[in-house]
């Protein structure tokens, strides 16, 4: 099993993931007729422990507002119905009584239209999680999932209740918010999300496709109206959705002053608060920086170093020689994104929910080294409330301004982007296909490090659409518009990430071809030179051509042959055996050029990358005859 889930495993058997462990969604005016239990003390290595924390994972994950995580297991379920664990709700509001079903789903069918932005928030939600503690995944699993929930969400309670007693009590909340809009002829539309965990890797074969598609119509056909979703959570979506539980914090502003921003996209505040107060916020319960408040921080790794930050240095120097009092003119503050937040303004304290320290890393962790020293200061302070993340997005941009921050920083921010490097650093360091993957712009490694096989998201992104998009000419032309196109088609989920290991090392290869030619290859940011080799894009593209055996097929990044076709690729360069294609890769482009010869005016033209093209299939006819 991955060893983060495992890890997580372990904490969450020990009750130590805090969110999981305490009720939530209940009103002081509910009553379920008993307090509900404390979490147990489980076994980490029990199945069943995977399926109660792939069901609380999917709570918090989907967002459905719930009774409890604890209320949400079918612990009677047994093996007769694939259904771990459920949960119902309508707009805000968990379901947990007959009555309450009836009157909610009424009240949300007659709504109206429920994709309009004001009947949205009355929508009703169904959840049904079936989890294996296995490494595979078969199609049958996925058919007797798809079976068992239609036949939860359809039947009538009473064909449930025989077999499952906790099933029978959800069948019949189901059933009652089925007939009760059918009864004032209304329509009933709830938002059905289904998901299949398990503990391996995901790799949808056309088969697997097919079985997902045909439950999901068929449940469609059993419910009019009804938007469902199948979701198959493997490992690394699992450890996906755990960041985000890790990221749920609780802190209070104390004594701050702040006033409200202005009306806009987003509601805030913007004043000042004792340094002692933003110290306290960061914590964590051992007394450290609470590293969870920085996984949005695009500057995260420069650390406390002063030496690595001129600010973090300033207000060193300006704490060391007793100016306390002057930190709040000289210094930028901190910036806070979080998910909710009160002000409570008599007593000036700030209480923030799952909120993020998105600039101002190294002032909180000076502070922290500093606190002999903070006596009278105060720092700048800005707290922004959104859930939207081209929101944040636009707040870490516009607070990064004393060093480099671009749009193609914030591709660090995906949680894609984390799952792929902690592929590659899951690579052991002596084998020949590893790589390094840099997510956020000079981040440090652990351990040596081979700077010629060091990527970034931007160097991946632009030899992703120079090969497997085929447009190295628009990359030459203009990289950063690229990320208006290429966000929706790299770094997703269902990518095999040989995919990106292969553009990798066409990339790496290429290096090692311009050093041998004594070319400038200059692929990093600040490296642009005018003797610098001004057709890498289009040799990356010519290089892929020469080495992937269909390079025109259809949506080869999903197809269950992508993973074998890009570690050839791999294999290829990574063992040096592609010299001779790298030659021939520089010798086509050169050719393309004709007699007008390589210029940064000739690459950006779709007719030099069309040449290119040409002279490949040509060379490939060649090659594949001799």
């Not at 495993?9 to 130590?16: H, I, K, Y």
């Not at 319960?285 to 790794?301: E, I, M, S």
Request: with cysteine; hydrophobic share 45%; net charge negative.
């Amino acid at each position: 099993m991955d060893p983060r889930l495992t890890d997580a495993l372990r904490r969450f058997a020990r009750n130590e993931i805090d969110l999981f462990s305490t009720p939530f969604g209940l009103g002081e005016d509910h009553d379920l007729g008993s307090p509900l239990s404390a979490p147990p003390i489980l076994n980490p290595t029990d199945p069943e422990t995977f399926k109660r924390f792939a069901v609380c994972l999917a709570i918090h994950r989907l967002d459905i507002p719930a009774v409890s995580y604890d209320e949400a297991f079918m612990d009677d379920a047994g093996e007769g119905f694939a259904i771990d664990g459920a949960a119902i709700a309508v707009g805000d509001e968990p379901i947990f009584d007959v009555e309450t079903a009836r009157a909610a789903a009424l009240e949300a069918a007659e709504a109206g239209d429920p994709d309009h932005p004001g009947a949205r928030a009355l929508r009703a939600r169904l959840l049904l999680v079936h989890a294996i503690a296995s490494e595979e995944l078969s199609v049958g699993e996925i058919d007797r999932f798809g079976q068992d929930a239609q036949m939860l969400l359809t039947r009538e309670p009473d064909a449930i209740t025989a077999t499952s007693i906790e099933l029978g009590r959800i069948a019949a909340l189901i059933s009652a918010m089925r007939d009760a809009p059918r009864r004032a002829q209304a329509a009933f539309s709830p938002r059905v999300d289904l998901v299949l965990a398990f503990s391996g890797g995901w790799s949808s074969s056309p088969r697997a496709q097919a079985a997902i598609e045909v439950r999901l119509a068929d449940l469609r056909a059993a419910l009019p109206g009804a938007e469902c979703r199948l979701h198959v959570w493997d490992a690394d979506d699992l450890n996906a959705a755990y960041e985000r539980v890790a990221l749920s914090t609780v802190g209070v502003l104390r004594d701050a002053r702040l006033l409200p921003l202005p009306k806009g996209p987003a509601m805030g505040w913007i004043g000042y608060a004792p340094a002692a107060s933003v110290v306290d916020l960061i914590l964590a319960p051992d007394g450290a920086p609470d590293q969870r408040l920085f996984y949005d921080n695009v500057r995260h790794y420069l650390g406390e170093s002063a030496k690595s930050n001129p600010g973090a240095a300033g207000l060193t120097r300006s704490l060391a020689a007793g100016e306390s009092q002057e930190v709040v003119l000289r210094h930028n503050g901190v910036t806070v994104v979080a998910r909710e937040a009160q002000f409570d303004e008599q007593e000036g304290d700030l209480m923030v929910r799952e909120y993020q320290i998105v600039n101002g890393a190294q002032t909180a962790f000076t502070l922290f080294a500093n606190q002999a020293k903070l006596d009278q200061a105060h720092v700048p302070i800005k707290i922004v409330v959104t859930e939207d993340e081209r929101v944040k997005d636009g707040v870490v941009l516009g607070a990064n301004t004393q060093s480099a921050v671009d749009r193609f920083d914030m591709l660090a921010r995906r949680p894609e982007l984390r799952a792929l490097q902690h592929g590659f650093e899951a690579i052991p360091p002596g084998a020949p296909e590893k790589l390094w993957l840099q997510r956020r712009r000079e981040e440090p490694f652990r351990g040596r490090v081979n700077p010629q096989r060091v990527l970034t998201p931007r160097q991946l992104m632009e030899g992703f659409a120079a090969t497997v998009m085929g447009a190295p000419h628009r990359v030459h032309d203009n990289a950063p518009q690229l990320l208006e196109d290429v966000p929706g088609k790299i770094f997703q989920r269902d990518h095999d990430p040989m995919v990106y290991l292969a553009v990798g090392w066409l990339i790496v290869a290429g290096r090692r071809w311009s050093e041998r030619r004594e070319e400038r290859w200059a692929d990093r940011v600040g490296e642009g030179r005018s003797d610098a080799f001004p057709a890498r894009y289009q040799f990356l593209y010519a290089l892929y051509r020469l080495t992937d055996p269909d390079p025109d097929a259809p949506d080869v990044l999903r197809s269950d042959r992508a993973a074998a076709r890009y570690r050839r690729i791999a294999e290829i360069f990574s063992a040096r055996e592609g010299a001779a294609l790298t030659d021939l890769a520089g010798v086509i482009v050169r050719e393309a050029a004709g007699a007008e010869g390589l210029s940064r005016d000739v690459v950006r033209r779709v007719g030099f990358t069309d040449a290119v093209k040409e002279l490949v299939n040509e060379a490939r006819t060649q090659l594949y005859r001799s």
